[in-house]
């Protein structure tokens, strides 16, 4: 495999919600994964039960989940609401061997508990996800949709080793948590580089994907960045923008402008 790239591959690839493009063919999809994987791209989010359900299904058809770091989030497939991208649940004890079923797996490299102020709650979520790591179920935990008042807050024996947060050029107090979770020696991982698919198509410059992503992924406050991709040329386009580096003066300013 190729040197592991700082990029990861957004669930959002693998539904037709929250994008400007059509939906990958279960094809395209197959052939997306393996190229990123291929390309040393290791880590792929799931947020929405979907993503994990399609996910699941490319898994099996390519034979390649140990080559891979799922990781997945706590939304879930509600009576009544299974064609919806519905809300966050807290965590149950029944939750983790759902979404294993729906991923097709024994395991979930990273298990994300998306934030909320409900201390007790959170706490209890962060027991279950504990018990879950010793059961070999989960690797590791993330905390996600992260502020710095949920990191102050968290209590000394927490499990978490991963913080997640959109970061982009319209979430830029983001960086403040960043720079708290790693004084705490947690790995940061920005969400939503592009804001969304359609801002790309609002900015109409053909060089907006490429500075978005740079001016994320290039600082080093940032571990790993997320990335949706439905067209398997996207992964080595995205790559190659990730290599390319700082932004130039004009870059910068080109970016200040679409701020």
């Given amino acids: 495999m190729s040197k592991l790239s700082k990029l990861g591959l957004g669930g959002h690839s693998f539904i037709e919600e929250l994008g400007n493009d059509p939906l990958a063919s279960f094809e395209e999809q197959c052939a997306i994964v393996s190229e990123c994987l291929d390309n040393g791209i290791q880590l792929i989010d799931t947020t929405y039960y979907q993503e994990r359900v399609s996910l699941g299904n490319v898994m099996r058809a390519l034979g390649r989940r140990n080559e891979a770091e799922i990781m997945a989030w ?42 909320h102020d409900d201390e007790r709650k959170l706490r209890q979520e962060m027991e279950l996800a504990k018990r879950w790591v010793e059961q070999g179920k989960v690797g ?96 080595h386009s995205n790559l190659q923008a990730a290599r390319r580096g700082a932004l130039t003066e004009e870059e910068n300013r080109l970016i200040k402008e679409w701020m």
Avoid at 175 to 194: D, H, N, Q, Y
Avoid at 195 to 214: H, N, P, T, Y
Wanted: glycine residues 4%; aromatic residues 8%.
């Fill in 74 to 115: 706590n939304f879930f497939n509600l009576p009544g609401q299974s064609n919806k991208l519905v809300g966050f649940s807290c965590y149950e004890p029944h939750h983790i061997d759902v979404m294993l079923s729906e991923l097709q797996t024994d395991r979930i490299d990273v298990l994300v508990i998306h934030t």
């Fill in 140 to 235: 590791t935990v993330g905390l996600g949709m992260v502020e710095p008042s949920h990191l102050n807050s968290l209590p000394a024996d927490h499990p978490v080793t991963h913080i997640l947060a959109p970061y982009n050029i319209a979430h830029q107090r983001t960086k403040e948590t960043f720079v708290i979770a790693k004084e705490m020696g947690l790995t940061t991982v920005a969400l939503s580089p592009f804001v969304r698919g359609w801002k790309l198509d609002e900015i109409e410059s053909e060089l907006a994907a490429d500075l978005l992503l740079r001016w994320v992924s290039e600082q080093q406050l940032i571990d790993r960045v997320i990335v949706s991709m439905r067209k398997t040329e996207w992964v």
